[in-house]
């Protein structure tokens, strides 16, 4: 039990596109060594323009994410509108920091369009809630490193929404082949102003 | 040792009023006028600032406050009162901010404080607040003017008046209102109003005038009040 972030391993990838975000993870639930389930959620949808993604322990991201579908619910009923992405990643920030000396043992990867104008966004933080926005792709992961070398390589700016799904693909698909506790298929959510399409993909089974 | 009364001293009378809170809003219409216009591209709040004798200092106090750099303030009825709720929105507005790092919404910021004033007409040992507010400010696409009552109702307005004669204020404006004010005419408008059951000359320095439009929310300082002044005489 070294690292708590390993014991259930996850892979959680988001890019911008041309108008457009795409996120993606992997399926397995570990313990450890031992495979549990090969359908395992880490990808959450907070609305029709937002989705949330949790590197990291599985049950503080089952947590994490109820508890800000909560505050989002109330925000959305109190204003009568949909979030920005940027609010909601100080909201993120915001839970994180409030359980600064009893941390959840989580990364969010926050993909979303601007409810307004569409704009794409997307954006990392550390366990504690220091967030990291960035114009090209954002990585969490046991596989981390990995993901960080084929984004690099394979990103490009600008990519239509067809493209950017491969690339998405292709970057988490190989990165998650180099590390033992991610894998076992992805799923990939692209998001666009007027639709969401959402693609699961057979990998290397192991 | 801070021991509080357990119930509460606004109670409903036989005929179904909370005769506290009308007893408030008689404490609101028997002070100073106050005046919030809405117009096209921004809202402006005026407001009296006579005061009892010629020895007051009245560069000191200001009855027109900020609330963020968006949103503005402005009461009739008692001061102290006002002063504590200006410290509550405040603290709202910088909370939100905190949370979202986003400026709070003028309707979000308006049913916060309404609720503020809420409370104190049903918590333990507490009176509800002898003021009404008014409360402009620009979201982002459009100007907003609210007013909050003692009871924590709150209306938004596209032109009401306050205080004493806010009766033939809101007459006044009736008839002067329209949907194409510009906030130049607003400003004009809002100082007429004033004027209307204005004891005396007026001055610069006896009346105080707050704007917000999208670059944010400004008193006037006596120089620019005294531009349109001129431009009424």
Known sequence: MSNIFEYNGSAVVAMVGKECVAIAADRRLGMQAQTVTTDFKKIYEMNNKLYVGFYGLATDAQTVSNRLKFQLNLYQLRENRLIKPKAFMHMVSNLLYSRRFGYYFIEPVIAGLDPKTNDPYIATMDLIGCPMETKDFVVAGTCSEQLYGMCESLWKPDLEPDDLFETISQALMNAVDRDAVSGWGAVVQVIEKDQITTRTLKSRMD | ?233
Not at chain 2, 104 to 128: D, H, N
Not at chain 2, 174 to 198: M, P, S
Not at chain 2, 207 to 215: F, L, P, S, T, Y
């Open chain 2, 1 to 233: 040792m801070t021991e509080r009364y357990s119930f509460s001293l606004t109670t409903f009378s036989p005929s179904g009023k909370l005769v506290q809170i009308e007893y408030a809003l008689q404490a609101v219409a028997a002070g100073a006028p106050s005046v919030g216009i809405k117009a096209k591209n921004g809202v402006v709040i005026a407001v009296e600032k006579k005061h009892k004798s010629p020895l007051y200092d009245e560069t000191t106090i200001n009855k027109i406050e900020s609330v963020n750099d968006h949103i503005g303030i402005v009461y009739s009825g008692m001061g102290p009162d006002f002063r504590l709720l200006v410290r509550k929105a405040r603290k709202i507005a910088v909370q939100y901010y905190f949370n979202y790092h986003e400026s709070i919404p003028v309707s979000q910021l308006v049913q916060k404080v309404a609720a503020v004033m809420q409370e104190y007409t049903q918590s333990g040992g507490v009176r509800p607040f002898g003021v009404s507010l008014l409360i402009a400010g620009f979201d982002e696409d459009r100007p907003y003017l609210y007013q909050c009552d003692p009871s924590g109702a709150y209306f938004a307005w596209k032109a009401t008046a306050m205080g004493k004669n806010y009766i033939n204020g809101k007459t006044f404006l009736e008839k002067r209102y329209n949907e194409d004010l510009e906030i130049e005419d607003a400003v004009h408008t809002a100082i007429l109003t004033l004027k209307e059951g204005f004891d005396g000359q007026m001055t610069e320095d006896n009346i105080e005038v707050g704007i917000a439009n999208v670059d944010g929310f400004q008193r006037l300082d006596p120089a620019e009040v005294k531009d349109y002044l001129a431009a009424i005489q």
